[in-house]
């Protein structure tokens, strides 16, 4: 397990993991945004690898995959952003999440080497299954990267044993069935299916999709360890495209509430 998630989950609170996508609106912008999510105590910083075809992703990920590509970020970007995040922060979690494509792209010894220079912590590779991740894992575990899985509500036993049978760092728990940014999680549902999970695993439950207020928050982090927004704060990006400043102290007024609600 990477250092840095492993002494977060030391801590006995809940945590607060955002999402945002690298080069969304633009790089600079990005930045600023991340920089100002930490600031007010987020435990664990996940940065989107903008891709093409996100499928997993509901409109509001994909539309911010959309404008950044349109900016002409690269792969190479992200890994600056994550440079930059620890020119001044070398405490917090930083997770790219995204799609195999991105990596194959790039080679895998080239990508797992930024991700060591630069301070990368774990990846959640939305398309890329167990029984196909052999090669990528092998040079994970080297560098001591996490590989962080997804765990659905429709995930069956023996799915679970595969799933868990290489994951690392935490698990993420997909709080509903769909895409990101839609519907909100049925907390009966959820309850029963974190205990299946804790009986079968040691690892950390943080939950995602569909999380987008701080009462959200309040009541999915009573079952979990900690909880994922995403697609309120991209919403956030959306609307205020044209006046940064707005963008700014909404993101700002947001994940201080959101922080609350992990307190």
Known sequence: MSKRIKKVFEKKNKKLVTFTTAGDPDLDTSFEIINTIINNGADIIEIGMPFSDPMADGP???????RSIKNGTKITDVFEIVKRVRSFNNEIPVILMGYYNSIYNLGINNFTKKCTE????????VDLQPEED???LIKLKKENIDLIRLITPTTDNNRLKTILSNSSGFLYYVTITGTTGQKSANLEELEKSINKIRSASNLPIVAGFGIKSKKDVEDISTYTDGVVVGSSIVNI???????????????????????????
């Open 60 to 66: 509001t990920i994909q539309e911010s995959s959309v």
């Open 118 to 125: 630069t301070g990368v912590d774990g990846l959640i590779i």
């Open 134 to 136: 052999s090669e990528l």
């Open 237 to 263: 990006i959306k609307n205020n495209i044209q006046n940064k400043d707005k963008m700014m102290n909404e993101i700002n007024l947001f994940t201080q509430d959101l922080k609350k609600g992990v307190k």
